[in-house]
Structures are given as structure tokens and as C-alpha cells.
T-cell receptor
């Protein structure tokens, strides 16, 4: 079983749609969780950290369910500029290896 | 200059060549990383340096040799590579104690091994 699993997509949605990405991780000792965004042929950029209590940043909401070892990212009111690959990232403890999922590709069309 | 910079941005080399990738961070971070991104595969951590000391080597073949002369610079020395080593090599930096997240990635070096 892969350490971090994501549905690769692609997710093709119209502008204004709400879209949700899911991610599962296999190591119950994982401590830190993140979503990164990677545009085509560009480097990954940190989108947001994921906290147990859930957190929101504008149109983006991230949630963590430790019991189910599940992370989600919700994007509301999708924009064309949201088109990218979204990477689920987990680390087992602070300052150690980050484990990346393969990413979920989102394409927002007008 | 700000952020994390990498040179060269593109590199084509033969299997017998020796080349080096360079990374520099201007963020005052104390941890630096090398990652490899191959097509249709997740990002793979290669090396971690905290305070210039290598703290992790993720079973990387010896044809890849990292060097970290100070906390702002990181090199990846390459020799006798194989075609399957062709990939995007990404450098990243973070501040230790910040939850382990490499907050910033460089633009990467796209490497092609012939």
C-alpha cells in the first residue's frame, strides 16, 4: 500500500463549481499534513497546512481525520487559475522526510 | 534575490559526464532538501541537511553525491548517471521546527541523461 494515496483525476469542473479532493495516508504515526499546489512545469508551492481542527483560507478548506487517516481539500467557487495539480503531503515528525502523494489534477474551464 | 534559486535550469548530459546542480536559498532557513520528480511518480526525497549536516539519505545511489558547504548552499554532484535518472530535481528549504514542511521549493533543474 502506498504511503500517501490520492485520486489522480483529472477533475474537470466549470468555473464556480465546488470540488473536493481526498487523500489517505498509511502511517498512523504521521504528525504533519499539508496541501501543495504544482502548476505545469513549475515547482510545488505550499498551499496550506492541515490541522486537526480543520482550517480555512479564503475559498480553500482543509480537514484532517486522524482516526480514518484521511485528509481533504475543498475548493469553493473554482476559478480558472485554480487549474493545477494538488499534492497531499505527510510527515512522520517535524523536520524529517516529507512523503508526497502523486497529486490530483484539477482543470477548471469557463 | 529572494527565495530559492537553482542552476542550471536545464541540463543534458551523457552517462560518462560529471556535472553539479546548485541550489541557493535566501530565506535564512536552516534545513535544505533535494527531491527528485519523475514523470507519473510522486516527489521522492533524496537528501536532507539540517544545519549543514546530512540527516537523511533516502537510499539514493552513490552516483548522486550531495554537498552542503553552509546553510545557504546545497549542491548535487552527478557522475555516471543512467537514462532513468532523467527527471526534475528540486531543491527546497525550510526552518527546522516549522512542522517539517519545506516551505519553499526552487524552480528545479530538468535533467536529461542520454
Amino acid at each position: 500500500r502506498k504511503e500517501v494515496e490520492q485520486d489522480p483525476g483529472p477533475f474537470n469542473v466549470p468555473e464556480g463549481a465546488t470540488v473536493a479532493f481526498n487523500c489517505t495516508y498509511s502511517n498512523s504515526a504521521s504528525q504533519s499534513f499539508f496541501w501543495y499546489r504544482q502548476d505545469c512545469r513549475k515547482e510545488p508551492k505550499l498551499l496550506m497546512s492541515v490541522y486537526s481542527s480543520g482550517n480555512e483560507d479564503g475559498r480553500f478548506t482543509a480537514q484532517l481525520n486522524r482516526a480514518s487517516q484521511y485528509i481533504s481539500l475543498l475548493i469553493r467557487d473554482s476559478k480558472l487559475s485554480d487549474s493545477a495539480t494538488y499534492l497531499c503531503v505527510v510527515s512522520h515528525q517535524a523536520g524529517t522526510a516529507l512523503i508526497f502523494g502523486k497529486g490530483t489534477t484539477l482543470s477548471v474551464s469557463s | 534575490e529572494t527565495g530559492v534559486t537553482q542552476t542550471p535550469r536545464h541540463l543534458v548530459m551523457g552517462m560518462t559526464n560529471k556535472k553539479s546542480l546548485k541550489c541557493e536559498q535566501h530565506l535564512g532557513h536552516n534545513a535544505m532538501y533535494w527531491y527528485k520528480q519523475s514523470a507519473k511518480k510522486p516527489l521522492e526525497l533524496m537528501f536532507v541537511y539540517n544545519f549543514k549536516e546530512q540527516t537523511e539519505n533516502n537510499s539514493v545511489p552513490s552516483r548522486f553525491s550531495p554537498e552542503c558547504p553552509n546553510s545557504s548552499h546545497l549542491f548535487l554532484h552527478l557522475h555516471t548517471l543512467q537514462p532513468e535518472d532523467s527527471a526534475l530535481y528540486l531543491c527546497a528549504s525550510s526552518q527546522e521546527g516549522a512542522g517539517g514542511a519545506p516551505g519553499f521549493f526552487g524552480p528545479g533543474t530538468r535533467l536529461t541523461v542520454l
